[in-house]
């Protein structure tokens, strides 16, 4: 199946600072999807990225699918940023298998006061 | 709904009871996933709906679950025999119409397996 590879996987930054997270994959893909995972669990659509740029905020993230891999820019970073950050996608030739999102193992971000 | 539900929100049961997961999904949503996350495996994926049918069930992780979907809306997983190593957050999902959609996902049910 498809892979998935976040990096870093920790990152510790003071509030007000930049970051940029990435996100490899190992095949075509027909959906790329970030998500940060709050302190109480839930998951929180970021950007429906398969291709293309968006920005939302101070959030904004690329993906280049040519050369497989998703980017997500964080900027002037709050204190509420903290926690853990997906990257989620769905191949492209699942040659008739699952059919679901396939998940990195994130990247766990600390943003200190 | 505003968004995805699931119930209950935490659920203790003892080794060999059956236990059985709720999702609501967006409502017009026809497409429906399982997902669960455990610190062993991270998130994985379980099944997806299209409508009432699940046309892959090999995500799975045993044939003590099972999930079902009616009416295009509300879905269950069951799961049978429950052993420790079940205990997990059991997320599910849903979409406009498929796996090329964006995907929202609901708050999750706490397995705990004693």
């Known amino acids: ?113 | 709904g505003a968004g995805v539900s699931q119930s209950p929100s935490n659920k203790v049961t003892e080794k060999g009871k059956d236990v059985e997961l709720r999702c609501d999904p967006i409502s017009g949503h026809t497409a429906l996933y399982w997902y669960r996350q455990s610190l062993g495996q991270g998130l994985e994926f379980l099944i997806y709906f299209q409508g009432n049918s699940a046309p892959d069930k090999s995500g799975l992780p045993s044939d003590r679950f099972s999930a079902e979907r009616t009416g295009g809306s509300v879905s269950t997983l069951t799961i049978q025999r429950t052993q420790q190593e079940d205990s997990a957050v059991y997320l599910c999902a849903s979409s406009g119409w498929g796996y090329t959609d964006t995907q929202y996902f609901g708050p999750g049910t706490r397995l705990t397996v004693l």
């Open chain 1, 1 to 113: 199946g498809i892979q998935v590879e976040q990096s870093p996987p920790d990152l510790i930054l003071q509030e007000g600072a930049n970051s940029t997270l990435r996100c490899n994959f190992s095949d075509s893909v027909n959906n790329l999807q970030w998500f940060h995972q709050n302190p109480w669990g839930q998951l929180i659509n970021l950007f429906y990225i398969p291709s293309g740029t968006k920005q939302n905020g101070r959030l904004s993230a690329t993906t280049v699918a040519t050369e497989r891999y998703s980017l997500l820019y964080i900027s002037s970073s709050q204190t509420t940023d903290s926690g853990v950050y997906f990257c989620a996608v769905s191949a492209m030739y699942s040659g008739g298998g699952a059919d679901g999102l396939t998940f990195g193992k994130g990247t766990h971000l600390i943003i200190q006061p």
